[in-house]
Nanobody, 125 residues
Framework: QVQLVESGGGLVQAGGSLRLSCAAS????????MGWFRQAPGKEREFVAA????????NYADSVKGRFTISRTNAKNTVYLQMNNLKPEDTALYYC??????????????????WGQGTQVTVSS
């Protein structure tokens, strides 16, 4: 079992920044990959970014490349999502997720085994 708790969401103006955190517990953090997804009202959950167990492998959705940065600190059991130059279309509930499969990092919802409850990000224009 893995428990995930997101934090850091909020209301920000377009062009602003937020840093999301996801604290993990329950299993050795360095043994699983992590991902960030988001879901806007009326839309499906979509991939944002993912990072491998070591932190070397990283993947981003095209919509956030150059603006968002995913990172992890295994000693703190935490994964981060630094979001810069935020746009109104980034407004969504943001989830972190854990992939225990030891496969290459996944961009699919089905590739993840555990999910947090989400943290709301709202970007005003």
């Amino acid at each position: 079992q893995v428990q995930l708790v997101e934090s850091g969401g909020g209301l920000v103006q377009a062009g602003g920044s937020l840093r999301l955190s996801c604290a993990a517990s329950g299993r050795t953090f360095s043994t699983y990959a992590m991902g960030w997804f988001r879901q806007a009202p009326g839309k499906e959950r979509e991939f944002v970014a993912a990072i491998s167990r070591s932190g070397i492998g990283i993947n981003y959705a095209d919509s956030v490349k150059g603006r968002f940065t995913i990172s992890r600190t295994n000693a703190k059991n935490t994964v981060y999502l630094q979001m810069n130059n935020l746009k109104p279309e980034d407004t969504a509930l943001y989830y972190c997720a854990a992939d225990l499969s030891r496969r290459a990092i996944s961009i699919y919802v089905e590739g993840y085994d555990y999910w947090g409850q989400g943290t709301q990000v709202t970007v005003s224009s």
